[in-house]
């Protein structure tokens, strides 16, 4: 469900995991990745992670809007899977304005898939 701010229409945040105990999950994920939902998405990440997850797909065809908390989340898992060599994440789906966020911070290389 959208709700309407102003005349922006906002997704309310969300994070739905298909195959969970598995080793590659995928990971769909709405709204905005801000200071206040970025702990939730990192919580999800460990949790995968915990339970064998090597080879997360993060779908980000929904999310309108990445800060630098939630950078730090997505950069903080991905060093974990490499330096742990558990594996790693992939964004896929990802908008432009989100994807310009990745090109502009060097991460595009590390993190995009798309």
Known sequence: MET????IMVTPFAVEVSNDAAATPVVVVRG????????QLRDELNA?????????????????FVDSSGLG?????????????LGSIRIVNSQASVRKVFEITGLQAALLDD
């Open 73 to 85: 989340v997505l950069v903080g898992t991905y060093k974990r899977l490499r330096e742990e060599q």
């Open 32 to 39: 905005e990745i801000d200071v206040a939902t970025s702990p």
């Open 48 to 64: 995968l992670i915990a339970r064998g997850a090597r080879v997360i797909t993060l779908d980000f065809g929904e999310v309108s």
């Open 4 to 7: 309407e701010e102003g005349s």
